[in-house]
């Protein structure tokens, strides 16, 4: 079956600039994570969606970054004004539910990941 | 908080060799523990998972225990293959307020050469 899939693959901008990158979760997927790879940070949390909300934005590096969720389906990460040091590979997960049954884990199934190159 | 420490890369191994990527973690809780790969050009892939203590997650000859009393999750395989070339990264999740967000080690690139 489908995998998760992000657009654009690749993308270059300018400082300055406001993107946005996509994120189409496996269908039938209630939660949905985005995470940052970048050289200097590693993977790192940004949000995370339960349907449309979502309940811990903890990882948000600045105001600059929102993310929405409509449908209980395909979300939207935007960033206003990039800097350079946005420079990164985003990448989006999803999973069945946030948390399995009797506490236990639900695994999260990555798409392939939008480069961002902010020059 | 929680975190996740991973050896550093790269390892580079002969096809045939054993191999071994070490990995400590600190969590309050009980966390469930896990190996994800990411192959060169692909997105990221679950290789195996543990649980609880003392389990032993396998997959694709990749074996990884479940160690509390050492706080370990080390990978390994006992005989690599050039394909097994990509980076691996140990994780591990933290339920909060009803989902499990992945915490991640910086990532151990593998090179394996014929």
């Known amino acids: 079956g489908a995998g998760v899939s992000q657009s654009p693959s690749n993308k270059v901008t300018e400082k300055g600039k406001d993107v946005e990158l996509r994120c189409d979760p496996i269908s039938g997927h209630t939660a949905l994570y985005w995470y940052r790879q970048s050289l200097g940070q590693g993977l790192e949390f940004l949000i995370y969606f339960q349907g449309n909300s979502a309940p811990d934005k903890s990882g948000l590096p600045s105001d600059r970054f929102s993310a929405e969720r409509t449908g209980g389906s395909v979300s939207t990460l935007t960033i206003q004004r990039t800097q350079q040091e946005d420079s990164a590979v985003y990448l989006c997960?999803?999973?069945?539910w946030g948390l399995g049954l009797a506490g236990g884990t639900n695994e999260q199934f990555f798409g392939p990941g939008t480069r961002l190159t902010v020059l | 908080g929680n975190s996740v420490t991973q050896m550093e890369g790269p390892v580079t191994l002969s096809e045939e060799a054993f191999l071994t990527i070490n990995c400590t973690y600190t969590a309050t809780g009980y966390p469930s523990l896990f190996w994800y790969v990411q192959y060169p050009g692909e997105g990221l892939q679950l290789l195996l998972k543990?649980?609880?203590?003392?389990d032993k997650g396998s997959n694709k000859g990749f074996e990884a225990t479940y160690r509390k009393e050492t706080t370990s999750f080390h990978l390994e395989k006992g005989s690599v293959q050039v394909s097994d070339s990509a980076v691996y990264f140990c994780?591990?999740?933290?339920?909060?307020?009803?989902?499990?967000?992945?915490?991640f080690g910086a990532g151990t690139r593998l090179a394996v050469h014929p």
């Open positions: 994780a591990l999740d933290s339920p909060s307020g009803g989902y499990n967000k992945l915490i």
């Open positions: 543990a649980t609880k203590a003392d």
């Open positions: 997960a999803s999973s069945l």
